[in-house]
């Protein structure tokens, strides 16, 4: 049964009055990406991403039995919680998350039971324009379910860690790639059997040693606010004269990739990895309002990143997010070469020079 219903908890069956939790949740990126949504997060197509190791958010929560008897009508009808940021309170993050509490109080029925504390930090900057959505919204995820655990003890690992992505994808949609490693798979796909819109997957079957230890190096092209939203980037898609062919194309290009994780081809991996970054960029500079999200050293970092291939054969290359900076992806046996030409004439694309150095990485781990 993969619907909603099953993550509608019965009774539950422990009283518990206060504790304390901490999971650290990596962020991941999109190989085969994810733009474009029907209601209810419901991804309009699959995708896949590579979970990282070293970008993560580590959120501890707190939480206590709330009295009762000082609500007016006995029936405590707000949430209670305190949001911490790097330890001071975050007042603008709150909204956010009360939202999240709104969408997914139908499955865990205890919120409104409780006060919590949550305190969230990143190991990225917060101004390096790395989303901390995906990352964030996967850790508070974890920790309420390590709450709901404690109120149902008998939960099995793998409901636990389904039930937690699918509440991070209605926080928000790629955080459901980020509680597991190290490759994930988000939304039906005909050929993967367990794939759901409702939660990732690992991906099932042996990924190629060429794909070991795979490296991410982030450079920090524009580390301002995000132009587009993703809320407004993915109603982009609604109208736009090209969705249905897109969505048809990220089918293929995840059939092509799930071949190319397991026979190691780095040259199609690189062809679908960056037709599928650019493809990305072409949605949002062909819809209405249309944005173009690279900057000038973007495209200069691609062109050098395509010369030094050319020359040298190694095979590096890059994806993008919705925004300006760029995932330089390679393999680990040719780390040292890529970082020297990554540091030699890349890095002066950079804004101050920053970036940061990634990996694929195992997924969530709790801290507490
Ligand atoms: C370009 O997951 O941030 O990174 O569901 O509205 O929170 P919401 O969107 P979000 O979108 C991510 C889009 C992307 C591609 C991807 O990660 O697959």
Redesign the pocket.
């Known amino acids: 049964m993969n619907t909603e219903n099953k993550f509608i908890p019965n009774d539950y069956i422990q009283n518990i009055t206060d504790g304390k939790f901490s999971w650290s949740a990596p962020s991941n990126i999109?190989l085969v990406?994810?733009?474009g949504?029907k209601n209810n997060?419901i991804p309009a197509n699959p995708?896949v991403?590579f979970t990282l190791k070293n970008c993560k958010t580590i959120t501890e929560l707190a939480f206590s039995k709330r009295d009762q008897s000082t609500s007016n009508d006995n029936a405590i009808s707000n949430f209670s919680f305190d949001l911490l940021f790097e330890g001071k309170l975050k007042e603008d993050f709150k909204p956010k998350i009360e939202k999240f509490f709104e969408r997914i109080e139908i499955y865990l029925p205890f919120l409104k039971e409780y006060h919590f504390s949550i305190n969230t930090q990143n190991t990225f900057p917060h101004s390096s324009g790395i989303?901390s959505?995906?990352s964030g919204m996967a850790a508070l995820a974890l920790n309420l379910m390590s709450v709901e655990k404690l109120l149902n003890p008998a939960m099995s690992d793998n409901y636990f860690f389904q039930k937690a992505s699918f509440l991070a994808r209605l926080g928000?949609?790629?955080?459901c790639r980020s509680v597991k490693g190290k490759v994930v798979v988000w939304g039906n796909h005909q050929e993967f059997s367990d794939s759901s819109d409702l939660f990732g997957v690992e991906f099932p079957n042996t990924i190629h040693i060429n794909f070991k230890n795979y490296q991410d190096t982030i450079l920090l092209v524009d580390k301002g606010e995000k132009q587009v939203s993703?809320?407004v980037g993915?109603d982009l898609m609604h109208e736009h004269p090209f969705a249905e062919k897109r969505f048809l194309q990220a089918h293929a290009n995840l059939s092509k990739l799930k071949t190319v994780l397991e026979n190691g081809d780095l040259q199609q991996f690189i062809e679908i990895v960056e037709s599928e970054a650019l493809t990305?960029h072409a949605m949002m500079m062909t819809s209405l309002p249309y944005f173009i999200l690279m900057k000038p050293n973007t495209l200069q970092i691609l062109n050098t990143i395509w010369k030094y291939r050319n020359e040298t054969k190694i095979p590096v290359c890059f994806t993008l997010?919705?925004g300006a900076n760029v995932h330089v992806l390679y393999p680990e046996n040719v780390k040292d070469q890529v970082f020297q030409f990554i540091k030699d004439e890349l890095v002066c694309f950079c804004q101050n020079g920053h970036y940061i150095c990634d990996e694929i990485g195992d997924g969530a781990l709790q801290i507490l």
Request: hydrophobic share 35%; no cysteine; net charge positive.
């Open positions: 999109a990406k994810y733009w949504k997060q995708s991403s989303a959505s995906a928000s949609g790629s955080a993703s809320t993915h990305l997010d919705a």
